[in-house]
Nanobody, 115 residues
Framework: QVQLVESGGGLVQAGGSLRLSCAAS????????MGWYRQAPGKQRELVAT???????NYADSVRGRFTISRDNAKNTVYLQMHSLKPEDTAVYSC?????????WGQGTQVTVSS
């Protein structure tokens, strides 16, 4: 499996911004999809945003226009820039790397938005 290391979570006030990063290593594929998912307490994990190695993006309706996913293929790193954060964005955010035949997950990083 691919190893993923996430960073950038933390505590921020409503209306603030955060940037998450996820670096992949070991067994990466030139064709892949990287994405961010989140899980709030008592809720199921949900998709936040994904980006393919070709640059195609997909966003959850709840974050579209506020969050931007991007990637640096040379660094095998995906970023999630989050603006206008809301308390309901509070969750553990996890990075996922899909290379077609399997998926790898990061350990997750906590994002807490205070009102």
């Amino acid at each position: 499996q691919v190893q993923l290391v996430e960073s950038g979570g933390g505590l921020v006030q409503a209306g603030g911004s955060l940037r998450l990063s996820c670096a992949a290593s070991g067994g990466t594929s030139s064709i892949n999809v990287m994405g961010w998912y989140r899980q709030a307490p008592g809720k199921q994990r949900e998709l936040v945003a994904t980006i393919s190695s070709g640059g195609n993006t997909n966003y959850a309706d709840s974050v579209r226009g506020r969050f931007t996913i991007s990637r640096d293929n040379a660094k095998n790193t995906v970023y999630l820039q989050m603006h206008s954060l809301k308390p309901e964005d509070t969750a553990v955010y996890s990075c996922k790397y899909s290379r077609g035949w399997d998926d790898s997950w990061g350990q997750g990083t906590q994002v807490t938005v205070s009102s």
